[in-house]
């Protein structure tokens, strides 16, 4: 179990970029290997999660060159993939094991899907229901909620589907078996997440029709190889964000980031709690909006959190929960439930985290409030095996008194493989 101890820095400042995005990256592996003709990624994201992605299909039968700049997938085709020999093991990723589930449910063949300890406990139920309305076959541990999943290919047709969570793996697990289903599928959701998959289809030359929170798409629909330029992750970005906001004197500028308007919660929060985060030279690439963020050391004060925005920044809520604790005053969050069910508990592993650091936090059934502090205390972290929890813990070091160690930070591979050579190059000490 390798821990990193992080000692707090006197400033932060550098120019940096972050790696791909991962959304992205697993869906431009799965859309590449059933499309037409060759489809070519730049910025392709090469983090453990994506990596079992990419194994996943090759195990299907798709061949795919890396010659560590660009991925080429030649795609095999709708109907192209073939019988994986063996279990595909989706490791820690959740979008791995739920959007290949919802793709290989329409296949003539049977598959198997696993992953490791952490998504072995995760809930599936949530695609295997909806799709078992389509006609799919699919088996699994705990009544058919958790992996390794059997599933047996079969005959899909079309559904309207009102989904209880607003997932884009739910989405996109539905949209993917759509695309094998007799007639049209459409999904509704009580708020939108992110919409990777409707842009991605579309820029493979699908056709998607998106109205609020509802998406349909149509079945047996072929799609065309193309180029992708996977964009940085906002995600990843956002631990640098959160740094430079909370380092006295801090600036740094985070070059080439995805600023799609379904990921950016994060600006959004972190900009009403007074930090000074800039968008710069805006554009637009592969269909997804890009900017460079130029971000300061700024005074934080705590707000409410929930409803729409809680999707738009499910992902980092960890590293908020750090801003937030250095904030003055409270910080609330509500509408959060489903963090309890991401790689870890993050609602328990922050709460537990900060409490080491000395901060008061109040633990709620789907957020938590936490009671901002001049200085965080040094402290022993864990990471419960959640890349994004050790992360957060390392950034929350660089604001602490004394030094901050953090257990087993192995797991930020699976997003974020050079984070802490980067993260160390910008702390200034
Ligand atoms: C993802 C969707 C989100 C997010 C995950 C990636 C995706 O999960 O937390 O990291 O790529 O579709 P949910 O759909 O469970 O919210």
Redesign the pocket.
Known sequence: MNSYIVQPAKTLRGEISVPGD??IS?RSIMLGSIARGETTVRGFLRGEDNISTLNAFRAMGVRVEDDGEILRIRGAGLHGLSEPADVIDCGNS??SIR?ITGLLAGQGFFSVLTGDQYLRKRPMGRVIEPLGRMGATIFGRAGGDKAPLAIVGSELAGISYVSK??????K?ALMLAGLYADGATTVTEPHL??D?SERMFRHFGADVEAAGTTVTVRGGQELDGRDIVVPGDI?SAAFFIVAALIVPGAELLIRGVGVNPTRTGIIDILTAMGGAIELLDRREVSGEPVADLLVRASRLKGVEIGGDVV?RA??EFPVICVAAALAEGKTVLRDAR?LRV?ETDRIAAMADNLRRAGVQVVETEDGMEISGTEKLQGCMAESFGDHRIAMSMLVAGLAARDSVTVSDIACIATSFPTFVPLFEQVAER
Do not use: M, Y
């Not at 969570?165 to 739910?170: C, F, I, K, L």
């Open positions: 991962k959304s697993h959740g979008t959007l969570v607003a997932s884009a793996q739910v996109s997440s992110r990777h995600s999707p499910i992902d489903e991401k």
